[in-house]
């Protein structure tokens, strides 16, 4: 495993370990009341997941022409990527400004050898979930963004 997907591996690991630590250390902060002894689902924030469309994807002469993204929207996104090949790795950018962009540090060839990336994006302090609400780490085209 090189460095750079440990890296990446551990960026995930944080994201979903310091959501999870909040939640823990004050269940009342999520806004999420207790419903027969388990969490309400409709306590939770959820917004459709129309972001997509504000990600230009390209290779950034400026930084080494490696594959970035740049958020085209007027509002701040979190954007989590997933390699189309299983044998790696998924990343994520927590905050990207409007008309900001950002580097995932891989050139063409790995792009190339991962077959690409699935983009799951939503607003800024959200994340993507999957059908059974669980942080998306696989491709899976069905996706919504919680708070």
Not at 36 to 50: E, F, L, T
Not at 95 to 110: A, F, I, V
Request: glycine share 8%.
């Amino acid at each position: 495993m090189t460095k750079r997907a440990v890296i990446q591996i551990a960026i995930v690991l944080m994201v979903v370990l310091t959501a999870a630590r909040g939640r823990a250390a004050n269940p009342e902060a999520t806004g999420a009341p207790e419903k027969d002894g388990g969490i309400d689902a409709s306590a939770y924030d959820y917004r459709s997941p129309i972001y997509n469309h504000c990600i230009r994807e390209f290779y950034d002469p400026n930084m080494y022409n490696w594959f970035s993204f740049e958020n085209t929207c007027s509002e701040a996104l979190s954007v989590t990527f997933i390699p189309y090949d299983p044998g790696f790795g998924a990343s994520a950018v927590d905050y990207l400004g409007p008309g900001r962009s950002t580097s995932t540090g891989d050139s063409r060839d790995e792009i190339q050898r991962k077959r690409g990336y699935e983009l799951y994006v939503c607003p800024a302090g959200f994340l993507p979930v999957d059908g059974n609400d669980r942080y998306v780490t696989r491709v899976n085209t069905m996706f919504r963004c919680k708070r």
